[in-house]
């Protein structure tokens, strides 16, 4: 995965916020204030994680690379805070005191494993994103919820729940397991360069 410089991380978490800004204004058009680097326009998924005093206030993404990133983060911006379904939309009161953060993800790849002990010796907690998926019933985890489930079968176990399945459904031989890496950093990790200047290319 390709690294993205603090400067751009910093463009791309000003511009989630002035789309969303722009959405509760029913602003015609969206900003156009994003340098659309070579970086930026790679296809990558990727999440919008909002918090709002320590709290989780919406969290959406795509988790391939289907779309440059820079729209990647423009579209899951509006849906994490706007369509949700899990919260309210955000009022513009609440905006002011939101943390914004970005999580962009390398492609997914399939777990090969043949029983549950196997499946958990693969998995490394902390570093990676899961996606556990049967049929048409799919989830997935962030790798910052090893935080909050830092045992991998209590993390499998939600992420079943999560995705509408019995809790121990990660043990059966029919589920299929994917993981991803993220780059991930939030309003209050980066802080733009002093004097630096951000214009469309």
């Not at 993800?105 to 010796?121: G, K, W, Y």
């Not at 693969?122 to 799919?138: D, N, Q, T």
């Not at 209590?154 to 994917?178: Q, R, Y």
Request: net charge negative; aromatic share 6%.
């Amino acid at each position: 995965m390709s690294p993205i410089p603090i400067q751009e991380q910093e463009c791309l978490l000003r511009f989630a916020r002035s789309v969303i800004e722009n959405h509760l204004k029913a602003a015609p058009q969206y900003p156009e204030d994003i340098a659309i680097s070579p970086a930026l326009k790679e296809k990558r998924g990727c999440f919008v994680t909002l918090h709002l005093n320590g709290q989780l206030r919406g969290c959406i993404g795509t988790i391939e690379p289907v779309m440059p990133l820079w729209t990647c983060v423009q579209e899951n911006a509006v849906h994490a805070a706007f369509h949700d379904p899990r919260f309210s939309p955000v009022t513009p009161e609440e905006l002011t005191d939101i943390v914004i953060e970005i999580s962009v993800l390398s492609p997914p790849r399939t777990l090969v494993f043949q029983n549950a002990d196997m499946l958990l010796s693969l998995l490394e907690p902390g570093v990676h994103g899961v996606i556990l998926s049967r049929g048409h019933r799919r989830a997935t985890f962030l790798p910052q919820v090893w935080e909050q489930l830092p045992r991998p079968e209590n993390f499998l176990s939600h992420l079943c729940l999560k995705a509408g399945m019995t809790a121990s459904c990660w043990k059966d031989s029919d589920i299929t397991v994917e993981v991803y890496e993220v780059l991930y950093f939030s309003e209050e990790s980066v802080r733009e360069p002093e004097g630096a200047v951000v214009r469309p290319k």
